[in-house]
């Protein structure tokens, strides 16, 4: 049995499709995240019987227990503030830039809007700093730019009230 991530890598490396290829047709059963991965699955593995589930991953960062008041307390941010996360490293392929489109009419509808994006930027800050500032968000936008070790993701789980696919916030 395979747990498949996604069945091709977002981020390419010589010889990733192949490798894919040639490990997926040796399994028989198989979980996957989306219907994207179990169509692509089947372009490789006609046989392969398969289930599709989410597998939530925010559970493995619960480690203290944080509240979501100490959260944001730490992190400077008000108690009424309503807060989107997007977590992970920042790529093309995740939708950051669609968020931050959709960010202006979101703020136009719910007041007290943040948005906190934490994560690694590779070498896309500038871009993303300027669609912030085209959009005019740059007031409701935090950034925390660089790899977040996994004994500090939970501060900005507990902080959200809503995240970008990982779970639930960890404080309902």
């Known amino acids: 049995m395979f747990v498949c991530h996604n069945v091709f890598p977002h981020e390419r490396f010589p010889f990733d499709r192949l490798l894919s290829r040639v490990t997926l047709k040796k399994g028989n059963y198989f979980i996957m995240h989306s219907k994207l991965d179990e169509k ?23 480690i203290r227990g944080i509240s979501k008041q100490d959260a944001r307390e730490y992190l400077k941010i008000k ?44 070498n896309d800050k500038d871009y993303y700093i300027d669609l912030i500032k085209k959009c005019g ?8 730019d660089g790899y977040i070790p996994d004994t500090e993701v939970e501060l900005y789980f507990a902080a959200c009230d809503l995240d970008n696919g990982y779970g639930e916030s960890l404080n309902p």
Do not use: W
């Open 40 to 62: 692509d699955l089947r372009e490789i593995n006609k046989n392969a019987q398969c289930v599709r589930t989410v597998i939530p991953i925010y559970n493995a960062f619960c």
């Open 79 to 122: 108690p009424e503030d309503n807060v989107l996360l997007f977590l992970g490293f920042v790529r093309e392929y995740k939708g950051l830039n669609y968020l931050i489109h959709a960010m202006q009419k979101i703020s136009s509808e719910i007041s007290n809007i943040r948005l906190l994006v934490v994560g690694d930027f590779d």
């Open 137 to 144: 968000i740059e007031k409701i936008v935090n950034i925390v």
